[in-house]
C-alpha cells in the first residue's frame, strides 16, 4: 500500500542516515540528496548546496538550480543547467542547488535491445519490466541511463523566481515547453520507491540532454528509435537538510501527492 504521509518516510529515512553525522566514502554507491520534494513543492527555491560538494557524492542525477532556475543533468561528472530559454550551460562549483539527487554511476545491468517505444509511458514501463526481470525489488532506489535516437523528445524548464516564492504547482503551470524532432542524446532518470513519497518522487523521474549539449530539460514525452540502457541498483540514502530562510516554517507532512503528479508530467 502507497504511503502518503512524510512523517513514516522521513524515519525511514533518518534511520539510513542522520544528516551531518556521516560522511559517504569515497565513491560511493548511494543517493545524495539535497532537501526534500515536499520543500521544493512549498517554495523553497533557496540554494543550500553548492556545485562542488554536489560532485563530490556522485557523477550522475537531476534536480535544480537556485531560484528554481532551470532543470539539472548531471552527466559524467559535468553539471549541466536548461535554462527556460532552452540553452544549455556548464554550472561551476560556487552555484548552488535547492534540490538534487546524484550518485556514482555503475552499469549494474544493461539492456541493449530498446527499440521502437512511442512514448513515455512505455519508456517507463520497459524501466520497469528491466527491473523486475533482473531485479525484481521496487523497494530499492535506481538510476538509469539511456543513450539513445529519438523521433521525438518533449522538454521544458522552469525560468527563475523572485521572492516571496510561489508554490511550484503554480509555476508548472506555465514553464516553457520545446519539442524537438530527429535528435541524440541521453535520458538520466531516477527512480524512487513508493515509501518516500514527499521526500522525492514515487516513480521515474527523467531529464534529458543532447548529445551536443545544446538542449534538454525536464522530460514530457519521447519517441524512442534505438538505445543502449544501463541501470544502478541503489541501496543507500543520504539526506541533506536546507539551512534556508523558508525552511523552518514548512509544513513538509502535508500530503502533495496530486500537485506533484501535477508538476511532473503534461500540461
Not at 527555491?45 to 535544480?64: A, F, K
Not at 523558508?246 to 501527492?257: A, R, Y
Amino acid at each position: 500500500m502507497k504511503l502518503r504521509n512524510l512523517g513514516v518516510g522521513m524515519l525511514i529515512v533518518l534511520a539510513m542516515v542522520l544528516s551531518g553525522c556521516h560522511t559517504l566514502p569515497e565513491r560511493s554507491d548511494a543517493i545524495y540528496q539535497v532537501s526534500l520534494l515536499n520543500a521544493l513543492m512549498l517554495g523553497d527555491y533557496e540554494g543550500s548546496v553548492s556545485i562542488g560538494t554536489l560532485l563530490e557524492y556522485g557523477d550522475t542525477g537531476l534536480g535544480t538550480f537556485d531560484r528554481l532556475d532551470g532543470e539539472m543533468v548531471v552527466l559524467d561528472g559535468i553539471v549541466y543547467q536548461i535554462k527556460s530559454d532552452g540553452n544549455v550551460y556548464v554550472k561551476g562549483p560556487s552555484d548552488l542547488t535547492p534540490f538534487a539527487a546524484v550518485t556514482f554511476f555503475d552499469y549494474e545491468f544493461q539492456d541493449k535491445t530498446l527499440v521502437g517505444m512511442n512514448d513515455i509511458g512505455s519508456l517507463k514501463s520497459h524501466l520497469d519490466e528491466v527491473i523486475l526481470q533482473v531485479q525484481g525489488d521496487f523497494n530499492r532506489f535506481y538510476v538509469a541511463k539511456l543513450e539513445g535516437d529519438f523521433a521525438m523528445v518533449h522538454v521544458r524548464s522552469v525560468p527563475p523566481q523572485d521572492k516571496p516564492f510561489r508554490p511550484l504547482a503554480e509555476i508548472a503551470k506555465t514553464q516553457p515547453e520545446f519539442h524537438y524532432k530527429n535528435i541524440q542524446g541521453t535520458i538520466i532518470a531516477l527512480r524512487c520507491p513508493d515509501y518516500v513519497e514527499g521526500i522525492n518522487l514515487p516513480g521515474w523521474h527523467l531529464h534529458f540532454l543532447s548529445t551536443d549539449k545544446t538542449k534538454g530539460g525536464h522530460l514530457l514525452d519521447a519517441k524512442l528509435i534505438s538505445g543502449t540502457l544501463g541501470i544502478d541498483m541503489i541501496d543507500e540514502f543520504q539526506l541533506i537538510l536546507p539551512h534556508s530562510e523558508l525552511f523552518p516554517d514548512l509544513t513538509l507532512h502535508t500530503n502533495l501527492s496530486t500537485a506533484t503528479t501535477a508538476v511532473e508530467g503534461k500540461k
